[in-house]
């Protein structure tokens, strides 16, 4: 069993940074990681996703560029640096750890096993 607890949400101004934690417990975490967020009135939607080594990530498209996923696998815990944030990134944001080794990264939801409880990010002036 793996517990995902997410950290670093908050209010930030549009426009400005921010970076978003997940460290798991429980076991060290071999299997890809991703993030989703809810945003308020819509579907959860499927973000960035990180295998083991870090050497593969996959985007959702619209988000290239200004969100990078990464990890630490000695401190077990995925990062999501938010870049150039806008009102509509403003959502409930979630980690997730894969049920299983894929060769393909997968966006989505039922492909992932563990989640955390999420951490709410609210972009206004």
């Known amino acids: 069993q793996v517990q995902l607890v997410e950290s670093g949400g908050g209010l930030v101004q549009p426009g400005g940074s921010l970076t978003l934690s997940c460290a798991a417990s429980?076991?060290?975490?071999?299997?890809?990681m991703a993030w989703f967020r809810r945003a308020p009135g819509k579907e959860r939607e499927f973000l960035a996703a990180?295998?083991?080594?870090?050497?593969?990530?996959s985007y959702e498209d619209s988000l290239k560029g200004r969100f990078a996923i990464s990890r630490d696998n000695a401190k077990n815990t995925v990062y999501l640096q938010m870049n150039d944030v806008r009102p509509e990134d403003t959502a409930v944001y979630y980690c997730?750890?894969?049920?299983?080794?894929?060769?393909?990264?997968?966006?989505?939801?039922?492909?992932?096993?563990?989640w955390g409880q999420g951490t709410q990010v609210t972009v206004s002036s």
């Open positions: 997730a750890v894969d049920r299983e080794h894929r060769v393909v990264l997968s966006p989505f939801q039922y492909d992932y096993a563990f």
């Open positions: 429980g076991r060290a975490v071999t299997n890809a």
């Open positions: 990180i295998n083991w080594s870090g050497s593969t990530r």
